[in-house]
Each structure stands twice: as C-alpha cells, then as structure tokens.
C-alpha cells in the first residue's frame, strides 16, 4: 500500500489562475511532512515542514496546510516561473522517510 | 540550511563499470541520505549512512551493488557497482539539519 499519494500527477493553469496540489497519506506516527519543488535536472529544493493538524505554512504564492490525513499546497495566482514539480514527503518513526510521486505543475503565460 | 555539492553532475557509463558519486557537505552532518530517483518516479531512499559506521540498506538495496563509504562528517561516496540501463537514474545524496532535509544537485546517470 502506497504511503503517499500526491494529486494530480499533472496539472496545467493560466498565469494567474489559483489551484491547490494534494498530498495523502497513510502512516502513523507522523514526525513531520515536507513540500519541495523540484526543477527539471535538479534536486528537490525545501519549501515548508508541516508537523501537526492545523498548522499552516506561507511563502510567497504557496501555502501549506495539514490535517490528519492529508496536506494541500494552494497556489495562488501562479506565474510560469512556478512550473516545476512539487514534492511531499511524510518522515515518521522509526526515521523512515517517504516521498510521493509528484506533481508536474504547468503555468501558461 | 547545509550546502551540498555532489558530483559528477552526470555521467554516461558502460554497462559492467562503475561509477562512484561524491557529496560534500559544508557543516558536520550526522546522517546522510542516498537516495535513487528513476524516470518519471519519485525518490527512493537507498541507504542512510552515518560517519564511523556501516550504511543502512533499505529494502531493494545491497551493499555489493552499492557500496557506501563515509570517512568523515561532511563527505560521503556512494558507487553504482557493475552497471546495467536498469541503474540509468537520477542519484541524490541528502542531509538532515534540524528537521530539514537539504539536497544535493544529484547525479544523472545514463547506463549504455
């Protein structure tokens, strides 16, 4: 079973057009949940942790909430400099570290 | 957060060679990550590796296919032993600093 499912695998928006990224999961025993973007040929660059439901993360466009299932990443008003794709990563006990499969973001001039 | 330098960038190799990777960290790390991450696929971890001791395989992994050395606490060499187009992925060496898990560049390899 899959520890972490990311929706959808692609998504394609107009510059300016908002949208949200999906992250599930199934673990218990949460330590924290990871979102990065990550360029083509590059390693995945950190954008936010998340540790607990509730908790809320900002940083320029992104925004990232967390419950007890699930994280979104809402973009907001998106320019084509944030197409890439966008990574989340649950790290629980025991220190095992899983990522999703991400998703490809495109943003249309 | 650290900085990482990982080389080579990318490399195309025969099959039946190998190919060690190297990853400089710029602060003192306990733990290092190698992860795989094959086409179209998201990141697996390979195997942690902490300074003074043997590396951690995940699952999947073995140590004669991909040995691990860690000398000390900010380099570590990760090789991809008698390569196969099966092993053409991308490999990232990672950090934990604080709960925050940096990345190298990664290593694109192509096995021909």
């Known amino acids: 079973e899959d520890q972490v499912t990311q929706s959808p695998e692609a998504l394609r928006l107009q510059e300016g057009e908002s949208s949200s990224l999906n992250c599930s999961y199934t673990?218990?025993?949460?330590?924290?949940l990871f979102w990065y973007r990550q360029d083509p040929g590059k390693g995945p660059e950190f954008l936010f942790t998340?540790?607990?439901a509730g908790e809320e993360k900002e940083k320029e466009r992104l925004k990232a909430t967390l419950t007890k299932k699930e994280s979104f990443l809402h973009i907001t008003a998106p320019k084509p400099e944030d197409s890439a794709t966008y990574l989340c990563a649950v790290h629980y006990t025991g220190n095992q570290f899983y990522f999703g499969t991400g998703t490809s973001l495109t943003v249309i001039p | 957060s650290a900085v990482i330098s990982q080389k080579p960038s990318r490399d195309i190799c025969q099959r039946g060679t190998s190919l060690t990777i190297q990853c400089q960290v710029d602060s003192q790390v306990t733990m290092m990550f190698w992860y795989r991450q094959q086409p179209g696929q998201s990141l697996t971890l390979i195997a942690t590796a902490n300074q003074g001791s043997e590396a951690t395989y995940e699952s999947g992994f073995v140590i004669d296919k991909f040995p691990i050395s860690r000398p000390n606490l900010t380099f570590s060499t990760l090789t991809v032993s008698n390569m196969s187009p099966e092993d053409s992925s991308i490999y990232l060496c990672s950090v934990e600093g604080g709960t925050i898990h940096t990345f190298g560049s990664g290593t694109r390899l192509t096995v021909v």
């Open positions: 998340l540790y607990s």
């Open positions: 673990v218990s025993g949460l330590r924290g």
